[in-house]
């Protein structure tokens, strides 16, 4: 099987969404995803 578990793929979005909130928080402005 490859790929992540589901408890690490459950982790990793966890995180990201931390960051992002950390960041909001931070910087004290509202969250404008990057488009690439």
């Known amino acids: 099987q490859n790929g992540k578990s589901k408890m690490q793929a459950l982790g990793a ?3 990201k969404l931390v960051q992002i909130c950390f960041g909001v928080v931070k ?3 509202e969250y404008c ?4």
């Not at 995803?33 to 690439?36: K, R, T």
């Open 33 to 36: 995803p990057q488009v690439a």
């Open 27 to 29: 910087h004290q402005n």
């Open 13 to 15: 979005a966890m995180r």
